[in-house]
């Protein structure tokens, strides 16, 4: 095994080459890990969903996730992003005509999508979506999304998030399911 730093004749230290090819990639990591977080605050969404389910205790299931679309040009960004978290999957929309990358996983979530975005946090109005989808994974991994207070909380939070596109429930109507 080499040592990261030898001793010349003369005394002097230098990098052995092992040591600049892990210093390399450590950077192109650093980079690509960059880059995905710009990405994403132009490109991504933090969603929270609801449906509704009969057979839960609450009559709510709360669904979590991260995504990002993009026209079928640019499906290799999607698949290296996906490469980049080792989670999600891809699939193609057929009402915008785009791909999407999701990840809907709690646990993936939590252990690979929020750990990244707090180490390269995002830096347009999209950051506050994040924290807020961070706040709702974190009620999820405590089980507070079974508990009618808990999922009254979750609705109140998702539903404060900028989602552009149109909701399938009325907050209203969800915590009348809620409270009854």
Known sequence: MKRP??????????????????LV?????????????GFVDGEGSFLVSFNRRSGLKT??????????????????????????FRCGGIRFDRHDQTYKYEVRSLGDLWNKIIPHFK???????????????????????????????GLEKILRIAYSMNNIGARKYKLSDLLKIVTR
């Open 5 to 22: 730093v030898t001793t010349d004749p003369k005394g002097e230290s230098r990098w052995t080459s092992a040591n600049t090819s892990a």
């Open 25 to 37: 990639r450590k950077k192109q990591s650093r980079e690509t890990a960059s880059y995905i977080t």
């Open 59 to 84: 009559g709510i299931e709360v669904r979590p996730s991260f995504s990002l679309s993009q026209h079928k040009r640019n499906l290799s960004i999607l698949q290296s992003i996906k490469n980049f």
């Open 119 to 149: 180490t390269i946090p995002l830096k347009t109005s999209k950051a506050k979506d994040f924290e807020l989808f961070k706040e709702v994974c974190s009620l999820m991994r405590a089980n507070r999304h079974r508990s009618k207070a």
